[in-house]
């Protein structure tokens, strides 16, 4: 069976160090993008089962850019999870609004996040939304 490949789309060197940890461990497949620029690059070579997204990125933001990708016939099925410290009460509902799935909060708790994640992975984007 093949394994997951998670692209992570996040600008700070140190969650994107603790998110490799524990996602490779777990035995996942990982890409990396710092901006937009990288992750488009990266999608024209390969297809990730889902996305990690950092909303706060230099240049085009998070939510902008999961928008894009919502939008393009070529990525739209691919479910996008946002990766915020965000606490903002609107955040949840721009979240869904820009196409997530669903957000899991920074810092990110090692105990749960592969709960969390692993909640996102096997539901079809369609049922996310409301
Ligand atoms: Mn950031």
């Given at each position: 069976m093949?394994?997951?490949l998670i692209l992570y789309v996040e600008d700070n060197p140190d969650n994107r160090m603790l998110i490799r940890r524990l996602l490779m461990a777990a035995g996942f497949d990982l890409l990396e993008a710092e901006n937009a620029t990288q992750m488009w690059a990266l999608l024209e070579q390969q297809?990730?089962?889902?996305i990690l997204m950092d909303l706060h990125l230099p240049g085009v933001d998070g939510f902008t850019l999961t928008r894009q990708l919502t939008q393009d016939a070529r990525y739209a099925d691919i479910p996008v999870v946002a990766l915020t410290a965000?606490?903002?009460?609107?955040?949840p509902q721009r979240c869904r609004e820009a196409g997530c799935v669903g957000y899991i909060t920074k810092p990110i708790d090692v105990d749960t996040f592969l709960d969390d994640l692993q909640r996102y992975l096997n539901r079809p984007k369609e049922q996310s939304g409301s």
């Open positions: 093949a394994r997951t297809r990730p089962d889902v965000d606490v903002l009460r609107d955040t």
